[in-house]
């Protein structure tokens, strides 16, 4: 069965710098969720689009934005990057807002030098 | 891969047997819980949900209990496995809400 396909898998950058990171959703799921994962950490939350409107807001920095596409994927853009956001990137999609679970990607690993 | 859960609680227990995982949550309003398995270097994996209509949901070899008076959902795996070794989360939302997610708990599967 198809998955969430999240590309890069692995990405460096430096300070200051910004990134774009990629998902792609299961085929027919019309919701998508930003995750972030710091090392031991639980998967926090940052945004999520419901039929490429924005449909919640959590903990992303000002200085990230993200959008969702005609086609459903979604783009997580994150600029003047700082070493604190060096995380795993976890993107999910599910069909609707509630009631059915979040399917995830494999993440991408983010490291700021 | 990514070592996910580096300083997490460690629940070790022997190949063969039962494994219980527990996860306290906080909202009275949520009625919709899931246990995600998380690999080194994956992504959470869903393993089984259960509304807050229920008490107890079994899957193949995964049984959840929520006990909604003392807001406390557990995974028990029957017979585990070295491939059961993994970090599990348990996550709860509710109407209007979005996934919360518990600490996690690694499980090590002892040879």
């Known amino acids: 069965a198809a998955g969430v396909i999240q590309s890069p898998r692995h990405l460096i950058k430096e300070k200051r710098e910004t990134a774009t990171l990629k998902c792609y959703p299961i085929?027919?799921?019309?919701?998508v969720y930003w995750y972030q994962q710091g090392p031991g950490q639980d998967p926090q939350f940052l945004i999520s689009?419901?039929?490429?409107?924005?449909?919640d807001k959590g903990s992303i920095p000002d200085r990230f934005s993200a959008q969702q596409f005609s086609d459903y994927h979604s783009e997580l853009n994150m600029s003047s990057l700082e070493l604190g956001d060096s995380a795993l990137y976890f993107c999910?999609?599910?069909?609707?807002?509630?009631?059915?679970?979040?399917?995830f990607g494999n993440g991408t690993r983010l490291t700021v030098t | 891969g990514e070592s996910v859960g580096l300083h997490l609680p460690t629940l070790s227990v022997q190949e063969g047997d039962n494994s219980i995982i527990n996860c306290a949550y906080s909202?009275?309003?949520?009625?919709?819980f899931i246990w995600y398995k998380q690999e080194s270097g994956k992504g959470p994996q869903f393993i089984i949900d259960?509304?807050?209509?229920?008490d107890k949901r079994q899957g193949q070899r995964v049984t959840v209990l929520l006990n909604k008076t003392v807001k406390h959902l557990s995974l028990q795996i029957a017979a585990t496995q070295p491939g059961d070794s993994a970090v599990y989360f348990c996550?709860?939302?509710?109407?209007?809400?979005?996934?919360?997610f518990g600490p996690g708990t690694r499980l090590s599967v002892l040879p």
């Open positions: 999910a999609s599910s069909l609707g807002v509630h009631g059915n679970p979040l399917h």
């Open positions: 085929p027919r799921h019309d919701t």
């Open positions: 689009f419901y039929e490429k409107m924005q449909s």
């Open positions: 909202n009275s309003a949520s009625d919709y």
């Open positions: 259960i509304r807050s209509n229920m």
């Open positions: 996550a709860e939302t509710g109407y209007g809400q979005n996934f919360v």
